[in-house]
Protein backbone atom coordinates (compact mmCIF):
# COMPACT_ATOMS: atom_id res chain seq x y z
CA UNK A 1 0.00 0.00 0.00
CA UNK A 2 1.87 3.33 -0.80
CA UNK A 3 -0.15 6.74 0.35
CA UNK A 4 0.68 9.73 -1.78
CA UNK A 5 -0.12 13.70 -0.91
CA UNK A 6 0.78 16.02 -3.45
CA UNK A 7 2.25 20.03 -2.61
CA UNK A 8 3.61 22.87 -3.87
CA UNK A 9 0.33 24.09 -6.37
CA UNK A 10 -0.84 27.42 -6.80
CA UNK A 11 -1.06 30.82 -8.58
CA UNK A 12 1.43 31.85 -10.94
CA UNK A 13 2.16 33.93 -13.56
CA UNK A 14 1.80 33.32 -17.43
CA UNK A 15 5.79 32.22 -18.19
CA UNK A 16 6.58 31.56 -14.11
CA UNK A 17 7.53 27.89 -12.39
CA UNK A 18 6.28 26.39 -9.81
CA UNK A 19 7.66 22.83 -8.39
CA UNK A 20 5.19 20.55 -7.35
CA UNK A 21 6.12 17.61 -4.92
CA UNK A 22 4.97 14.32 -3.92
CA UNK A 23 5.24 12.62 -1.27
CA UNK A 24 4.74 9.27 -0.47
CA UNK A 25 4.55 6.49 2.24
CA UNK A 26 5.82 2.92 2.33
CA UNK A 27 9.07 1.23 2.81
CA UNK A 28 8.73 -0.07 -1.32
CA UNK A 29 8.56 3.20 -2.86
CA UNK A 30 11.58 2.76 -4.71
CA UNK A 31 10.39 0.08 -6.47
CA UNK A 32 7.44 2.32 -8.04
CA UNK A 33 7.14 3.92 -11.49
CA UNK A 34 5.59 7.34 -10.82
CA UNK A 35 3.45 9.31 -12.90
CA UNK A 36 1.96 12.90 -12.72
CA UNK A 37 -1.32 13.44 -14.73
CA UNK A 38 -3.20 16.95 -14.62
CA UNK A 39 -7.19 17.39 -15.04
CA UNK A 40 -9.04 20.96 -16.09
CA UNK A 41 -12.63 21.45 -15.33
CA UNK A 42 -14.89 19.12 -17.52
CA UNK A 43 -12.16 17.39 -19.33
CA UNK A 44 -10.47 13.98 -18.87
CA UNK A 45 -7.50 13.21 -16.70
CA UNK A 46 -4.09 13.51 -18.87
CA UNK A 47 -0.71 11.60 -18.60
CA UNK A 48 1.59 14.32 -18.18
CA UNK A 49 5.23 12.81 -17.25
CA UNK A 50 6.02 9.81 -16.27
CA UNK A 51 9.71 8.01 -14.08
CA UNK A 52 10.57 4.85 -14.12
CA UNK A 53 11.48 3.29 -10.33
CA UNK A 54 15.66 4.23 -10.57
CA UNK A 55 14.76 7.82 -12.44
CA UNK A 56 16.69 6.44 -14.85
CA UNK A 57 13.99 6.58 -17.31
CA UNK A 58 11.64 9.41 -17.91
CA UNK A 59 8.80 9.79 -20.62
CA UNK A 60 6.84 13.63 -20.93
CA UNK A 61 3.61 14.47 -22.90
CA UNK A 62 4.15 16.47 -26.23
CA UNK A 63 2.58 19.25 -24.59
CA UNK A 64 5.10 19.56 -21.25
CA UNK A 65 8.15 18.49 -23.23
CA UNK A 66 11.08 21.15 -22.37
CA UNK A 67 8.86 22.54 -20.06
CA UNK A 68 8.30 20.22 -17.54
CA UNK A 69 10.72 18.38 -15.85
CA UNK A 70 9.81 14.88 -13.25
CA UNK A 71 12.56 13.82 -10.65
CA UNK A 72 12.52 11.64 -7.23
CA UNK A 73 14.59 11.21 -4.34
CA UNK A 74 13.95 7.76 -3.26
CA UNK A 75 15.85 8.38 -0.19
CA UNK A 76 12.72 10.83 0.87
CA UNK A 77 10.27 8.97 -0.82
CA UNK A 78 9.37 12.34 -3.12
CA UNK A 79 8.86 12.89 -6.13
CA UNK A 80 8.90 16.30 -8.14
CA UNK A 81 7.60 18.04 -11.38
CA UNK A 82 9.45 21.18 -12.22
CA UNK A 83 7.08 23.66 -14.57
CA UNK A 84 8.45 26.17 -16.23
CA UNK A 85 7.28 28.62 -18.91
CA UNK A 86 3.43 27.87 -17.44
CA UNK A 87 0.69 28.27 -19.96
CA UNK A 88 -3.00 28.86 -19.22
CA UNK A 89 -3.67 25.75 -20.79
CA UNK A 90 -1.34 24.13 -17.89
CA UNK A 91 -4.27 25.07 -15.44
CA UNK A 92 -5.67 21.91 -13.75
CA UNK A 93 -5.73 19.57 -10.79
CA UNK A 94 -2.45 17.95 -10.63
CA UNK A 95 -2.26 14.12 -9.39
CA UNK A 96 0.80 12.20 -8.65
CA UNK A 97 0.27 8.19 -9.07
CA UNK A 98 2.17 4.88 -8.46
CA UNK A 99 2.25 1.54 -9.93
CA UNK A 100 4.08 -1.40 -9.53
CA UNK A 101 6.79 -2.56 -12.40
CA UNK A 102 7.62 -0.16 -15.28
CA UNK A 103 6.39 3.57 -16.42
CA UNK A 104 3.09 4.24 -18.35
CA UNK A 105 1.31 7.08 -19.57
CA UNK A 106 -1.79 5.23 -19.24
CA UNK A 107 -3.71 6.78 -16.32
CA UNK A 108 -5.71 3.05 -15.86
CA UNK A 109 -2.38 1.30 -15.07
CA UNK A 110 -1.60 3.24 -11.82
CA UNK A 111 -3.01 1.79 -8.42
CA UNK A 112 -2.55 4.95 -6.20
CA UNK A 113 -3.34 8.72 -6.45
CA UNK A 114 -3.11 11.56 -4.49
CA UNK A 115 -5.62 13.88 -3.32
CA UNK A 116 -4.47 16.29 -6.26
CA UNK A 117 -3.02 19.81 -5.75
CA UNK A 118 -4.39 23.01 -7.55
CA UNK A 119 -2.46 25.18 -10.35
CA UNK A 120 -3.86 28.32 -11.76
CA UNK A 121 -1.82 29.90 -14.57
CA UNK A 122 -3.18 33.60 -15.20
CA UNK A 123 -2.81 35.54 -18.61
Known amino acids: QVQLVESGGGLVQAGGSLRLSCAASGRTFSTYAMGWFRQAPAKERDFVAAISWSGGTTYYADSVKGRFTIARDNAKNTVYLQMNSLKPEDTAVYYC????????????????WGQGTQVTVSS
Open 97 to 112: AARPGGLSSSRSLYDY
